[in-house]
């Protein structure tokens, strides 16, 4: 009787083990491709949480829209159709404004500059983040976003009428101020799109002009610097939250890691790309200084008007960011 009474609770304490190291599994979905830095980045992140739980959490990574398309994204982790997933973050400004902040133009003109203002965007994220229902893992930067295009820029004339990629809201209003035809084109179709003849010039970085080989169409760069956009890692709380707490700290250690990796990759690779792109006879020039001056005027209007429009949560991240400049 004994014995069988001592069987007993050593199989409900087996039972109650495993119960507890049963691994969770998470899908990421991103919307950019498996080779892009950023989906390398989180693939080491995905390696670092496996290793560091024992295979306690598996991030299975779903790449180039597959599972959701990038703007998309977001939605999709808060309603379930995936635990976690990686978007750009202006991507998500209509529905929170100031995640709109890093891709105001010329307001950043570093990489320091870049972490000041996350450190001061990142709060306001994480907010509203929380009240619908997403926890944030980390953010990492693209490279400065310069201008490609077909044909050389001298002047703003140059860009009327011509077929304007574009990625955001901000990519879209600079194209109407300059007069050029908006073309919405995701990262991963701007190779196509200009064989297609779909468009003539783009504003991103010169990384995204090396992932897309586009220098068949692009004969010209401009590095004007004109933005830092960051993309986004994110988990639903749901998710989160059902992991034990050792488990959570290791997943926040190696999104913290992350974090720090990408940063560091994204600088590196904004001097490689820009040589990549001269090596394959892209012209890196710099557009004329009056020309410069009034592409920064446009900027500073881009500014005020997205200021004005996101109020007091905006002033909350500029005020101090230029106080401390
Ligand atoms: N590449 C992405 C976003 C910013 C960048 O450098 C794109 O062009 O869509």
Redesign the pocket.
Known sequence: MKRRWIMAAVAALLGSFCLAQTPSTWKLATG?RAESFHTLNIMQFSRDVEQATAGQLLIQVHANNTLAKLNDISQAVQQGKAEAGET?MSSLAKDIAIAGADSVPFVVNSYKDAQRLWKLQRPGIEKHFTERGLKLLYAVP??P?GLHSSKPVRGLADFKGTQM?T??QTTLRIAEMLGAKPVDV??VD?GQALTEGRMDN?I??A??GVENKVWGSIRYYYEINAWF?K?VVFVSSKAFEALRPEVRSTVLKAATDAEVRGWLASQALAMSATQELRKNGIRIERIPADLEQEVKRMGEKFSREWVRSVGNEANNIFVPYYLVQ
Do not use: K
Request: glycine letters at 0%.
């Open positions: 950019y750009i693209w490279p976003q990629r990625y955001n995701a990262m701007v783009m991103t970085s990384l995204t956009p993309n």
